[in-house]
């Protein structure tokens, strides 16, 4: 066999294997993703609409919310008397006779407890602090789901990124790939070397395959903290924007101490406790019953009648059972403090470690983007020269065009990453950053 006709063999192979490479990848022909865009279905979405769809819908918060609804029935409550109790009674019931007519005395009776002054007003106030304790619970879960949306949302965002990125470099393959071939066709290098693009080609392939499967399970994800149904489709993202952190920590950790759903739950437990021990100390003053009746006698003159009773709570045999629960409630108050501490501390620590990744991601995201990528672009523009010029070989020319997509892909995971140290952050504080804590930066458009 000639070697024209080993070379037709061998561009004859390499056309078919790379069109089999690009018809097999990214679920369809890689050539009309590649020149037609990759096409997400279903609505945009933006993480603003995701986090307003999240807070409106998830089925954990609207449980929580209506959790609450039935809390604030109960104060209410407090403010009114037990009902009152109503009697009858026969007296002097003869024994020779069943006819109740023949009795002497009927007895009708209404009994009324009533508290001690200002122990419903009290009880009313512990009753409150169990809506302010599950009204935090809400804002406590609220932000642990809105973080999880973050993060689900900054996932798919960087799984259909490192597609597109990957579908990008199989244009830049296919035009390494027709150098090596033409090479080939003038002797100056081997089969072996022409074929390496094919097996780059595959490998892309596969790696396109695995985040195909990451960005499905994260849209399915998502999409159940959103409340859709798990094969809902999600449309085109809103890609993050490189931002720079410029509040201090220590500013930040002040608005975590006063706006953090946990710090406040830690409070409202020391208020709730406080509030119980209000409670028990009324118990020392005596509640009231109050009972009136109207005694019948068919046999002599109607009489009214009334009883007033009072209970004795500091009587010797029962006032140290009160004094136990006040110590008892005296202590929770001791450890409700103590927890609010730790808590707070606990805040302090978390503000300041979703800090420091903050800063980390943003240099990094920085030095990818300055350094980095410039310089592995150049490297390959360099080694793609020197490959023409024979002064390389097609191996160097591989490593470049890899080093390239792994340079791309990462700048775009460190501003993800910057997002989701972002949302750790908010998450900690409790609360928003706003424009005046985080703003764009001044940069080249990364392609």
Known sequence: MGVEMKHAIVRSAVAVMLAATGASAGQGNINSVQEHGRVDEGPPLSLAAAIAEARANNPELVALRQQVDVARLRPVQEKFLQPPMLEAQIWQWPLNTLNPLNTNMYMFMATQDVPGRGKRSLREAAAEKDVAL?????DVRARQILDLVKQAYADLFVARKAIDIHLASVDLLRQLADVS???????????????KSIVELSKLHDDVIGFEQQAETTRIRLNVLLNRPPAA???ALTDPVERVLVTSV????????ERQPDVQKAHVRVEQAQAQLAVIRSEIKPDFTVQGGYMLMPHQTDAWMGRVGITWPRAPWARGRTDAR???ATAAIDAANGGERAMASAVGLAVADAYVRVKAAERRAAL???TILPQSEQTLEVSRI?????RVDFLTLIEGERTLLD????????????????????RAMGADLSATDVGPVNRSEVK
């Open 250 to 257: 220590a500013d930040l950790q002040r608005v975590a101490a």
């Open 233 to 235: 489709p999600i449309g």
């Open 134 to 138: 599950a009204a935090v619970d809400v």
């Open 326 to 328: 006040i110590a008892e």
């Open 407 to 426: 340079a791309r892909l990462e700048y775009f995971r460190a501003v993800s990453e910057h997002e989701r140290a972002l949302a750790d952050l908010e």
């Open 181 to 195: 071939e033409a090479k080939y066709a003038t002797g100056r290098i081997s089969q072996h070397d022409v074929l």
């Open 386 to 390: 020197a490959y023409q010029a024979d």
């Open 368 to 370: 990818l983007r300055t």
